[in-house]
């Protein structure tokens, strides 16, 4: 029984329905309008049974008469019904077929669907959002089978086996007219020359594209099918290098269709340039071409629709042209073709007019022709006449025949036929030629767009062509199909059967065999009389009966039936030969030859170019000897082309991988989305998809991985067998419970194929197991919810008994004597618990009194206590506080006082620093005076006890001053006397050196002047040289004069000898006599060689004296001259000779060698003169440059004697300086004695204080003021002190260099103690008096205790100078020679990830900021813009070296961000310095504005960002799709449905997958690199705001590309993982990101996918959810939703439709996809640093020793 068998083999329920809702199976019945009608079987069918019952969909019941061994085929059920790949069906036959396409273009909108290896392409005849960058670069990297199917899928997958297989690819475009190829080829290599651009500025990807335009224009046309009609064939090579870019392309052409040139039927145009030349007729540079309307002209308006709806043939003249010019073709070419095309337009209105029945006529006046001759540069008269003649040559005469009106109007079609082809074929060699590339070909990709199978009514001679190339391209198609399948079995290990599939090389042999439909087309072109009628009889009588596949129709004789392989064709024969032979009459030809308009000539040569790769001539050879043609044109016939460059082709694809795109023509009106089943399955049959379906169907057409069947089946699956771990074993024990005949499958190696039908069979079993289960559960839940119900009724209905029966009890219990007795109770109540209460009350206030007095007073004397223990402690405070103040005031004064000593010794110990940097020497024994002063001021303040000895230091002191007096003369003598000692030897010294002077002079004369005596030499040598290269030059042109006499005088002989021939022929009488006298002629010949070898002997002996080249020469001319009657011209007498006197003249030689030999010899004399004048040359220039080098000697020898004279000027101004500064050493003396006295002076001053304090307090205002005007004295004394100090250090310095140590350390020493103690005693009483006039009132109270004070605040301040901490300032001192240094440790070679845990954030750019205060500091502007720019060059050098390192660009993107914020904190400007410190505030740069460098590493950072953040996107794009759309996040919730032959690359082990954990952690890794590079946290928002928006919009352009994702289970999917998403962005605190916002998108993608989408309401509320989505992305999604299981509902197109209408008055963006490269636009904080500059410290790892913080 069929419903038994059925039932059990495939599965039949669909939708939402209850189990009982189909009973039967459904199959498929032949329809007349609809090809196939869906029908549901009412009644069991039996075997014998003769009719089907059966039910239409629209419910009408119908007996249908069956054949039981054809019984109608099943229906698939609906869940696998609108599959992306064809062979996912489980039922793989034509109304299956049809269905599928059917329901996925007009329920869908999807317009591709793979069927096995084809891509089906469906006109839409609508513009589509699906072409744009954004989904060319969606495809780009994925494989094939992962996305919806696409046209750029195919390119991808072509794209990718090239690169990956570095073999050759051709993706194969065919279809009919007005299908879409043309649209088609175009997106293909516009994916191309997106995906591989050439790094070049070529830009040949650009070229490549411009070539469209152009082969439209020429090529294409619009005909009733299609507007847009190519109307040739096109294979486009594009090529590319060993990077895979482009580097150019090839294009071949075939089978240009001519006859529209001068024909269109109704409703057609001609080629669209004759169109965009017409309307842009009127512009200036047309005027020439006398242009109209395209009315105007009858090649143009034949068809009657000169306009095209839409196009603006004018604006595409202007691209037309543009493309020219991309493509290097420049205007002087472009209008070349303009003034081609314009002239076949003109061809076409010549009027021919009839005269009688045999002849025609022009008219002379004509304005047309005279146009046309006038472009073409032609003779108008030779035109008009062989326009209307032709001439026939035969063998014996030449015959001008007249033509009849149509002969002559055929005649001139086919001359502008002839010149259209010539000029496309001519386009198109420019096109390749601009597209040339001077590179290798590594590899190539090409574009076939070919027509496909066609049938008409009528059917000629293209179509022919056209069919006969599609048996070809369809037999390579079934040997591809059928090797994939052969390897897809050996690589699974599957039992290899062979499929029986159609071979169509029957009918290729019966069309290009030997004695063939095209080699007898050939033959009878051949013939000169030869007709169509002739050539069909040869048909017939060699085919018809012997050849099944060839038919003769039954009521005609003029046409032959061919049996194609998509369809049987009827051709009519008439114009074939014609065709065939593609021939203009000669004469016209030949007029155009002889144009001078250089393009048209160049077209008819004899021998042209060839302009296509496939124009070579075959010879044919026929059976019998024919007459050979005088047009050459007819060597090669159109169909012998046709079938060459087949062959080629043929070849080429053979050689290639091929990738199929078959194109469909939905419906013969252009209406979009209008789906005639009739006219598609025409199309499926001719193209080839059903033959591949049958191919497929035949073995296992549905396959499976085991992880799809898996994760499809588990719910089919035991608890026992899911126990198992080895999921493939799972696979196996399942499918062998489930199927009995194991021959329904097989297993592979990674796949499961099954046999047809048993996939439907599965899915059957799967939902009756989800509907037991579902009816299980609405079980379990119809009783939960009525328990509930019944339980919620019975606590109701108890509640109600409740207070009913209460109500009822009381009603009962009511009388008079319960009522007063109730009363009473109640009042005895009342009183009874009144006075309870008082009491109680009463009891609580006594207790309460009496715990509050208790309390209060305990708390008094608490407080007493307190007072009195704060009253104490105010005593005591109050006097430890003063006495505090006073101990913290006495402090603070010493401390004030030891602060200002320090501070003032600081100062005069700065300046001494600064006087005496460079003399380290003097510094020690400075600081040694200066504590030998110290050791007088401690006896200074031991007076008071110390008077007497004092009185006797004094002596002493004047003792040792009168000593010192005298010494100081001494050693002021003794350095007098070495002063004149040096003066005595520096007068010594310029005697030496004058005397040296001289010598060297004398000897640079010397050496001069023997230089120039040997240039001179040189010079005499050369001038012999070149004397004696002229005598011989001379000599040799005397010789070559010679030879030259000698040749002229053997011309002269052989002139004479010439002349006696000639005379001896002219007077012989006979032959006899003539042979007779040239005999003795001949004999002469050797007597006069003698004679001529002795004179060259005597020659030679008087030569023998010359040079041995002489000899040489006379040598050769001797061998010469031997020759020399061998050069004898007989080509002069050989046609008056016999050929008997001509072999005696060939034995004595020819004179005509000799000569030649003597021209050869004196050219080699000539080359030899040369060669020796060279070398004469060389010699020369080597002489010059001797002579140059010897100046330059001298030269350096003058720069050393000038500089030695330098040195001499220096002594001797640096020994006049030194006697004019000896002369101040007397004064320094006498200043010194007077320092000293006032030394003296101020002790006795002390002395006497200490004696009379009254005296002293009275005196002590003068004498201050007497100080301060000596203390005015000193310091001029000192700076002038300083100043010969310094001059006195230069001298010393001088002195000691010139004259080696003349003055001894001794007095050296002696005089830098002495300016040493008088600077450092100066220094400290001028401390003193400071400090005196300070605190004036208490010296005089007390001066005996000040002096003392004064002692201990010395000792300490000297105790304390060396230990104060030193205060740094926040610099980083460097020199300019270490900016390399710091930037190579610091930028270059530092490495984050080791050090950055334990550095504060941007420790780097603090440190680089440091150095740049230090550059302010000094105010050295060059030092500060060396270190900007270098700094600025080391981040750009790191991050572009580090491009790809994610951590390096984070932490340099952190560390700019702090330098450019440290730029801004210190710059001193208001906005910036509200949040510093005051100690920030002094640190602000001083002298410069950095607000420049502020931009530029503002610009820096923005690169930086960018960077970072494309380094982020790579790092997670390739997560996206696998962890947010395919990983399943919810477990058990599925989605996988049945692919096709296109699997999703999967295998058992699935670990390796990404998940949303994988992005997750990957999100984490971001967040923690960048916290610990301490990245802002505002810009580390932006960057996840970045993430999360491309998270978002490559999983919803995914979706949108991917059918199969859209469905409620995979919206739950995507919820779910959007909430992983946010709770991240919880957990990192980052709410306020607005990354939650970038997702909106994607979350209401996923809730449109889930909400019910039935009723209007629903309908408004997707209308107002869905505000983030635009209407063509809701569309998209509602289209593309698909059911999972059976109780999922699909979309209904009027639902779409509704939505559509309610969002139609949005404005929104009409674009499908997201732009996944969209930057958010990105702010930089400014945040100022919270660090302290002074408090940074440079860690040891950063390697920055050299660097000193200040």
Not at 79 to 86: A, K, S, T, W
Not at 612 to 628: D, E, H, T, Y
Not at 980 to 989: N, P, Y
Request: aromatic share 8%; glycine share 4%; hydrophobic share 35%.
């Amino acid at each position: 029984m069929l419903k038994a068998s059925a039932r059990r083999r495939h599965g039949s329920s669909c939708g939402c329905s209850p189990p009982d809702e189909h009973q039967y199976n459904r199959v498929w019945i032949p329809d007349n309008e609809e090809v196939w009608q869906s029908a549901e079987i009412t009644k069991n069918y039996k075997p014998g049974d003769t009719f089907l019952h059966v039910q239409l969909e629209d419910g009408t019941e119908l007996s249908y008469p069956v054949d039981p061994a054809a019984l109608p085929p099943l229906r698939n059920p609906d869940i696998l019904v609108g599959e992306n790949d064809l062979t996912a069906l489980s039922y793989l036959h034509e109304p299956a077929v049809l269905h599928n396409l059917k329901i996925r273009f007009v329920e869908s909108k999807l317009i591709y669907t793979y069927s096995g290896i084809i891509l089906v392409a469906i006109n839409p005849y609508k513009q589509l959002p699906i072409y744009g960058d954004a989904i060319i670069h969606a495809y780009s990297g994925q494989n094939m089978g992962d996305m919806d199917p696409h046209i750029f899928a195919v390119a991808e997958e072509a794209y990718k086996q090239m690169a990956r297989n570095n073999k050759n690819q051709s993706i194969i475009v065919s279809g009919e007219s007005g299908a879409g190829k043309t649209v088609s080829a175009r997106y293909t290599m516009r994916y191309f020359a997106t995906v591989s651009k050439s790094s070049s500025n070529a830009h040949v990807e650009d070229k490549v594209l411009a070539s469209n335009p152009i082969t439209e224009a020429v090529g294409n046309a619009k005909t009733t099918r299609n507007d847009n009609s190519s109307r040739f064939g096109k294979y486009t090579e594009i090529s590319f290098d060993r990077n895979y870019q482009i580097i150019g392309a090839n294009m071949r052409t075939y089978l240009l269709e001519k006859s529209r040139v001068v024909f269109q039927s109704e409703n057609e145009r001609n080629y669209h340039i004759f169109y965009q030349l017409c309307a842009s007729a009127m512009q200036p540079e047309y005027k020439h071409l006398k242009l109209g309307s395209a009315e105007e002209f009858n090649y143009t308006r034949m068809g009657g629709s000169t306009v095209i709806e839409g196009v603006d043939d004018k604006a595409n003249m202007v691209e037309t042209q543009k493309t020219f010019a991309l493509l290097g073709l420049k205007e002087d070419f472009q209008m070349d073709v303009f003034k081609m095309l314009a002239a076949i337009l003109h061809l076409g209105n010549v009027e021919v007019a009839a005269v009688g029945d045999e002849k025609s006529s022009i008219s002379m006046e004509d304005k047309h022709l005279s146009i046309f001759c006038e472009l073409l540069d032609l003779n108008c008269d030779k035109m008009t006449r062989w326009l209307c003649h032709r001439k026939i040559v035969t063998t014996s005469e030449t015959v001008v025949k007249p033509m009849t009106r149509a002969q002559a109007v055929n005649a001139r079609d086919a001359l502008a036929k002839k010149i259209y082809s010539h000029l496309f074929d001519f386009i198109v060699e420019r096109i390749n030629q601009a597209l040339q590339f001077p590179g290798k070909q590594h590899t190539f990709i090409g574009v076939l767009d070919i027509y496909g199978f066609e049938t008409f009514d009528v059917n000629s001679f293209e179509q022919f062509c056209i069919n006969y190339a599609n048996e070809k391209l369809q037999q390579q198609f079934n040997l591809h199909v059928f090797k994939l399948e052969q390897e897809e079995y050996m690589k699974e290990d599957i039992p290899w059967t062979l499929i029986d599939f159609y071979d169509n090389q029957p009918v290729i042999d019966l069309i290009e065999a030997k004695m063939g439909i095209l080699e007898l087309l050939d033959e009878e072109c051949l013939l000169p009389h030869g007709k169509d009628e002739n050539w069909l009889q040869k048909l017939y009588n060699n085919f018809v009966n012997k050849n099944a596949l060839f038919e003769k129709p039954r009521m005609s004789n003029t046409s032959f039936i061919i049996q194609h392989f998509a369809d049987k064709v009827e051709y009519k024969c008439e114009g074939f030969l014609e065709k065939n032979r593609d021939t203009v009459h000669e004469v016209l030809v030949e007029i155009l030859k002889e144009s001078k308009f250089h393009l048209c000539a160049n077209f008819f040569q004899d021998s042209p170019v060839s302009v296509s790769p496939f124009s070579s001539a075959i010879n044919i050879k026929s059976a019998r000897p024919v007459l050979k043609s005088p047009n050459k044109q007819l060597r090669t016939t159109v169909g012998s082309k046709f079938r060459n460059s087949l062959s080629l082709l043929m070849v080429t694809l053979n050689a290639t991988t091929p990738h199929y795109v078959r194109c469909i023509k939905p419906n013969d009106e252009k209406l979009p989305f209008e789906f005639d089943s009739k006219r598609v399955a025409q199309q499926l049959r001719a193209c080839g998809v059903l033959e591949t379906i049958r191919i497929s169907a035949q073995s296992y057409p549905s396959r499976w991985t085991y992880i799809e069947f898996f994760s499809r089946y588990s719910i089919l699956m035991t608890q026992q067998e899911l126990s198992i771990n080895d999921k493939k074993q799972i696979c196996k024990i399942v499918l062998q419970r489930l199927i009995q005949d194991h021959n329904q499958y097989q297993f592979g190696r990674t796949k499961i194929f099954f046999r047809a039908g048993q996939v439907a069979y599965l899915e059957k079993l799967r939902s009756d197991k989800l509907r037991q289960a579902c009816v299980l559960l609405q079980t379990r839940v119809r009783g939960w919810l009525q328990r509930r119900r019944f339980l919620a009724l019975r606590s109701a209905a108890l509640t109600v008994q409740q207070y009913f029966r209460g109500q009822r009890t009381v009603r009962q219990a009511i009388t008079a004597r319960n009522l007063k007795e109730t009363w009473a109770a109640i009042i005895i109540q009342k009183y009874c618990r009144g006075y309870l209460v008082r009491r109680l009350c009463q009891l609580i206030h006594v207790a309460a009194v009496t715990i509050q007095a208790y309390t209060r007073g305990f708390l008094a004397r608490k407080k007493y206590r307190k007072m009195r223990e704060e009253q104490k402690a105010v005593v005591l405070q109050k006097y430890a506080r003063a006495w505090l103040a006073r101990r913290r005031f006495q402090n603070i004064r010493r401390f004030v006082l030891n602060i200002q000593l320090s501070y003032r010794v600081q100062q005069l110990q700065r300046k001494i620093e600064e006087q005496s940097r460079e003399n380290h020497g003097l510094l020690e024994r400075l600081t040694n005076l200066a504590s030998a002063h110290m050791n007088d001021v401690d006896t200074i303040q031991k007076l008071e006890s110390e008077l007497e000895k004092l009185t006797a230091q004094k002596r002493t002191y004047e003792e040792k001053g009168k000593k010192y007096k005298e010494d100081s003369e001494q050693k002021i003598l003794k350095l007098e006397n070495q002063n004149k000692e040096l003066q005595e030897q520096k007068e010594t010294l310029e005697i030496k050196l004058q005397e040296k002077t001289e010598e060297m002079k004398e000897k640079m004369d010397d050496l001069t002047q023997q230089l120039f005596n040997d240039v001179q030499k040189e010079e005499n040598q050369r001038m012999m040289l070149e004397k004696n290269f002229q005598n011989q030059k001379q000599d040799y042109e005397k010789e070559i004069e010679l030879l030259k006499g000698e040749i002229k005088i053997l011309k002269e002989e052989k002139t004479q000898l010439q002349q006696q021939i000639q005379q001896e022929i002219i007077t012989q009488d006979g032959l006899k006599m003539e042979v007779g006298q040239l005999t003795k002629q001949a004999e002469k010949i050797p007597k006069l060689q003698k004679e001529i070898e002795l004179l060259q002997t005597q020659k030679l002996d008087v030569e023998k004296q010359a040079h041995s080249q002489k000899r040489e020469l006379r040598e050769k001319m001797s061998e010469v001259t031997k020759q020399l009657l061998e050069s004898y011209d007989f080509e002069d007498v050989r046609s008056r000779l016999s050929t008997e006197d001509l072999e005696h003249l060939n034995e004595d030689g020819e004179l005509w060698f000799a000569y030649e030999g003597l021209k050869k010899a004196t050219r080699v004399l000539e080359s030899h003169f040369q060669s020796q004048k060279e070398i004469y040359e060389k010699e020369i220039e080597g002489l010059n440059f001797k002579v140059e080098h010897l100046s330059q000697d001298i030269n350096h020898l003058q720069k050393l004697f000038r500089e030695e004279n330098d040195i001499n000027d220096g002594i001797r101004l640096e020994v006049s300086r030194l006697t004019s500064e000896n002369l101040v050493i007397p004064d320094l003396k006498q200043q010194v004695a007077e320092l000293e006295n006032q030394k003296l002076d101020l002790e006795n001053r002390l002395q006497e204080q200490t004696i009379k304090l009254k005296e002293m307090s009275n005196r002590l205002h003068y004498e201050l003021e007497r100080d301060r005007t000596q203390r005015r004295t000193t310091e001029a004394q000192n700076e002038v002190d300083i100043k010969e100090k310094e001059s006195l250090k230069d001298t010393i310095q001088g002195t000691e260099g010139l004259s080696n140590g003349l003055m001894q350390d001794e007095v050296q020493g002696e005089l830098q103690s002495k300016i040493k103690q008088v600077t450092t005693r100066l220094a400290v009483e001028n401390m003193d008096l400071e400090e005196k006039l300070d605190m004036k009132d208490r010296i005089i109270k007390k001066l005996e205790d000040q002096i003392k004070t004064l002692t201990k605040t010395i000792e300490k301040s000297e105790a304390h100078v060396p230990s104060v901490p030193k205060e740094y300032i926040g610099m980083m001192e460097y020199k300019k020679e270490d900016e390399e240094r710091i930037i190579q440790n610091l930028i270059l070679d530092l490495k984050p990830r080791g050090v950055v845990v334990n550095m504060i954030p941007g420790l780097p750019a603090h440190i680089l900021f440091m150095c740049v205060r230090y550059a302010d500091y000094l105010n050295d502007a060059d030092m500060l813009k060396s270190f900007m720019n270098v700094t600025i060059d080391g981040i750009k050098q790191v991050v572009k070296e580090h491009s790809e390192d994610f951590e390096m660009l984070s932490f340099w993107l952190s560390n700019t961000y702090y330098f450019l914020n440290c730029l801004k904190q210190y710059s001193g400007e208001e906005e910036f310095m509200k949040c510093n410190t005051p100690r920030q505030n002094k640190n602000c740069l001083k002298h410069f504005d950095l607000s420049e460098y502020r931009q530029i590493l503002s610009d820096l950072a923005i690169q930086i960002y960018h960077q970072f953040i494309i380094v982020m996107e790579n790092n997670i794009q390739h997560m996206i799709v696998p962890g947010m759309l395919e990983y399943e996040s919810l477990q058990g919730i599925s989605g996988l449905k049945p692919t096709g032959f296109r699997k999703r690359s999967s295998s058992i082990d699935d670990t390796d997958t990404y998940t949303m954990t994988s992005i997750l952690q990957q999100l984490s890794y971001f967040y923690s690199t960048m916290c610990q590079n301490g990245l802002d946290s505002e810009l580390l928002k932006q960057a996840v705001k970045q993430l999360f928006f491309l998270i978002g919009a490559v999983t919803l352009n995914s979706l949108f590309l991917r059918k199969d994702m859209c469905s409620c289970r995979k919206g739950m999917q995507i919820r779910c993982n959007i909430s992983y998403l946010e709770e991240w962005l919880k957990d990192k605190n980052l709410q306020s990101s607005n990354a939650k916002e970038t997702l909106e998108p994607l979350s209401q993608a996923a809730w449109l996918l889930q909400v019910k989408k039935i009723t209007d309401d629903d309908a408004k509320e997707i209308c107002e959810h869905c505000t983030s989505l635009s209407t063509v992305q809701i569309v998209k999604i509602l289209n593309s939703y698909t059911p999972i299981d059976d109780f999922e509902k699909r979309v209904t197109p009027s639902f779409v439709r509704k939505v559509q209408a309610m969002l139609n008055n949005r404005e929104d963006v009409p674009q499908l996809m997201l732009d996944t490269k969209h930057l958010f636009q990105v702010t930089f904080p400014f945040t100022p640093s919270p660090h302290a500059l002074e408090l940074i410290q440079v860690p040891s790892s950063f390697k920055l020793g050299f660097l000193t913080r200040v």
